[in-house]
């Protein structure tokens, strides 16, 4: 329906005069209303007592059956059941009563063995409801609607029981009213007009209607609104439909209780019989009152019209279109002192200001949705570095990423130098061919990131050329920049850089804007951190690894040039150089003695070569100490010993001595191809090794001026191992308390999703659940790390051991993963025992299971065979999978520490687990390999020393010592 023109105005007219007759339509509807409900209340009451007349008269027919079935029950004839008698006498009762249609005698079996009427056929009244009530009530019975099979004539059957002289139960006599007969005698012509009585049986069958009686008599119609309320409430009065459809008020009502009929009565009266008195009353009363308010309101609209709402279809016009976004619309009404023109004035105001706001507003929704977009990207890509280990392809990513998000031409990373003294531009985007990777800016107030170095907080400028606090570097000049911004990257353990971003358009950045730089450079941090630390306890692993192949190395070697060859071959594991020589010392002949040299990855030993001993290269090796020369050109003097390495191309080294028992007997040279190229970790290791240096050869002894006994040898690798169990000891300390925070944040966490989940949208519970699998992974990937550790230093005793009893200790452990994936592992007897250290090699064994059922392919239930085989004096046990397999090149990188292939989203580990696997089996004297390709499944197999082979020996030995 169309809205009327002017419609809320008009309203507001209309509505004074309607609360002027409001009053007296109000007392008119009142009185009514209050006439037609007393209408109605009488009615209902005269329904009520209509119906308790029908009712007793229902009840005293009731009655006057039970009488003549009392009285039935008393007659010999009817008590003997005798057929003949009994029918003589039913016969004549039924002649003088014409309102039943039958009486009978059934015996206790149901079978009836008297009848008035004569029966073609064997009847039995077993099944019948006033037969079996009769027989266990021992008292009077009144049947449902039924039809009599004899007459036929729709009857309702009574029955009462016989008992003989001792009270035993022998039949029923049983009558059938005529329900004919008493819907005749239930029409009253007291009734009112168009009134309609029903009753129904227990069963809810029609058993009196008037009007119309053989229409609706013995019909059942349970779903009928009027048969559901007189069934479901027993007694009372409601306005219902009758069975004809009339809406009539009804009052209905049970018979007797005592009687138990289970029939109800109920009496209807049309509603519109009952209410024709009010509305022939209230009907022209009220239609008069309607008459005189329409007049009213014509007179209200027309007037109205006339002086008043002219003006305002101004105002309406005009707020429809501002409704529907125009807000440029005004009134153009002439501004005066009435309240109209004011009206209109101020919906012009309005109208400006609104449009203000709403620009206002749709520039804040935009910002706030900018930055809901920033930080959900930050927080991806915060997850990505967990499966990258490429940290430079994430700076680039993440530059990226912030130039779009501002809508800015540059964004940089800019890394701090070795030296500290300048920043070199890492990574970018938007920058010139040849500035990525070369240039680089000044330290402190000499460039606009050194300057956010110096302060350590962002740094904002929105006119470069007018800036006062630091100078404009080059860099950001030839790129015409402008505005730009910055926060720093920090380390581990110092600042990593700067990230900046920068626009050649005068812009001022805002709060957001240096959160969102601020966040991204967190990330970054984090990444580098992770990266640092990853690197850090690789590289500390490796350098452990390398140490113990030396010290293995060095035991063995017979001769000085044999113990320079096994120290120099994994030199370049340990220390970052392109040469490195070993130096004897006779300070007798003045000469020093070139052993072997290290240069571009192979080794050089030809015959001893002989070179002058200089004064002022050994004065500070004197002293026990070494020294890092880290640029030879920086040098004010340089000795001959600098000026050979220069020509070699070496542009810093360390020169370490070898220094027993106070006496300078040689020094360990690496060199590097580029200045300052060696950290003090470095200078340490390389003291380290010329440590493990002086030991072999004082224990092999020379044909210069040392000696060394095997005892001082092993003395020295004893205190060396004692200084890495304590190493390893401050590692475990160093675990526990980086393991406490995690519990905490554990801790934290849980709370927080138990007390607090409710509150928290779902990107804040995802925040939540990611913290909290952060939090389990770094705790996993230190326990590996420690597992790791312990296998350098911890003592395993080797002895027989049953294979077959140790995997079956891993699959036991593993069996909470094996159900969760559906995994079936075979296993292959006969497993042989070897010669190991039980509980770590039940871990190597735990990490080659889990391997195998973790790196499958999505829907494929993994399905793992072992089986073992002996080889010589070594038994090979084999683990093979259905995985997805190992590429050729990568098979040496998965044993080592963090050699992953996947990221940690796609298959879940620390990447140490193959790495314990070797430690672990190298450290009980076997070896470690695998066979596999892609797409085709792995085997990874293990080798110890077989048991039986171990005890042959053994008794061998003993043989030969007897």
Known sequence: MARMPFASFRTRLLALVLLAVIPIIGLTVYTAWEYRRVETAQTQETSLRLTRLAAADVERTVEGVRQVLVALAQIPAVRSRDPAECHIRLAEVLRHNPRYTNFGVADRTGKVVCSARTLPWAVSA???????????????????????????KAAIVFGYPIADSLGRRQGVVFAALDVAWLNRSMAQPQFPAGAALIALDRTGTIVVHTPNPERWVGLSSPDAPLIKAMRARGKGATEVRGMDGVSRLYAFTSLDPGLNTGIAVGIGIPKESALADAN???????????????????????????????????LVSAAKRVTVGDLHERTRLPYGADELSQLAQTFDEMVESLEHRLAERRMAEEALKAQVRRQAAVVDLGQRPKSRTDVSALMYEAAAFAARALKIESCAVWELQPDGNALGLRTGVGWKDGYVGHATVGIGTDSHPGYTLLTNEPVLFENLQSETRFSESSVLRDHDVVSGMSAVIKGRDWPFGVLGVYTTKRRAFTKDDVQFVQSVASVLSKAIERKQTEDGLRQYSERLDVLHEIDRALLTAQSPESIAQAALRHIRRLVPCVRASIVVFDFKAEEATLLASHINGEITVKERVHFALEAETTEELRQGKGHNVEDIMALGRPSSLDQALWAEGVHSYINMPLVSQGELIGCLIVGADHPKAFASEHVEITRKLADQLTVAFWRVGSQTQFQLSSTELEQRVAEYSTQLQDINTQLETFSRDLRAPLRAMEGYADALREDYADRLDPVGQEYLQRILTTAQRMNTLIQ???????????????????????????????????????????TEEPLPPVIGHPATLVQVIVNLLSNAITFVAAGVPPRVRVWAETRDTFVRLWVEDNGIGIAAEHHDQIFRVFGRLHGMETYPGTGLGLAIVRKGIERMGGRVGVESAVGQGSRFWIELPAEAVVALEERTEITKTS
């Open 280 to 314: 022939r009353v209230f009907l022209p009363l009220l239609a008069g009152v309607g008459l005189i308010t329409v007049l009213a309101l014509v007179v209200v609209w027309v007037g109205g019209q006339r002086f008043f709402l002219r003006r305002v279809q101004a």
């Open 126 to 152: 077993a099944d019948k409801p006033w037969f079996q009530r009769a027989m266990q009530t021992r008292a009077f019975a009144v049947g449902t609607y039924q039809v009599d099979r004899t007459t036929p």
């Open 784 to 826: 590996d790390l420690m597992t790791y550790s312990r296998l350098n230093y911890a003592s395993l005793p080797v002895r027989p051991v049953s294979l077959a009893s140790i995997v079956y200790k891993a699959q036991t452990q593993l069996e909470p993963e094996l159900t969760a994936r559906a995994a079936q592992i075979t």
